[in-house]
């Protein structure tokens, strides 16, 4: 059974910093498209950076610069590490991985995780 687990939000004022760790079941590499996503309340769900199996990564234009998503192999772990952070970026932050098969692509979420940043 695949399973994604968040952790590292929290209170943060703003111009700090939070990393978010989303540690998944079995090896990591394992899984292809994986990504972090974040909903702030009422709004949609958005994408916030991914990275595919080969490495390539993807940033929302309203993070670059400052979010830098990565995987850590010892640990299982996807990684979002979070810097210059904005009140804007407080969400509920959400881990996702994909599994490829032949006939079709599975999706997966972490229950989430929440940021707060503060003005």
């Known amino acids: 059974q695949v399973q994604l687990e968040e952790s590292g939000g929290g209170l943060v004022q703003a111009g700090g910093s939070l990393r978010l760790s989303c540690v998944v079941s079995g090896n990591i590499f394992s899984y292809d498209d994986m990504g972090w996503y974040r909903q702030a309340p009422g709004k949609q769900r958005e994408m916030v950076a991914t990275?595919?199996?080969?490495?390539?990564?993807n940033y929302a234009d309203s993070v670059k610069g400052r979010f830098t998503i990565s995987k850590d192999s010892a640990r299982n772990a996807l990684e979002l590490q979070m810097n210059s952070l904005e009140p804007e970026d407080t969400a509920v932050y959400y881990c996702h991985a994909t599994i490829a098969t032949i006939e079709r692509s599975y999706g997966y979420w972490g229950q989430g995780t929440q940021v707060t940043v503060s003005s």
């Open positions: 990275m595919t199996s080969r490495g390539f990564r």
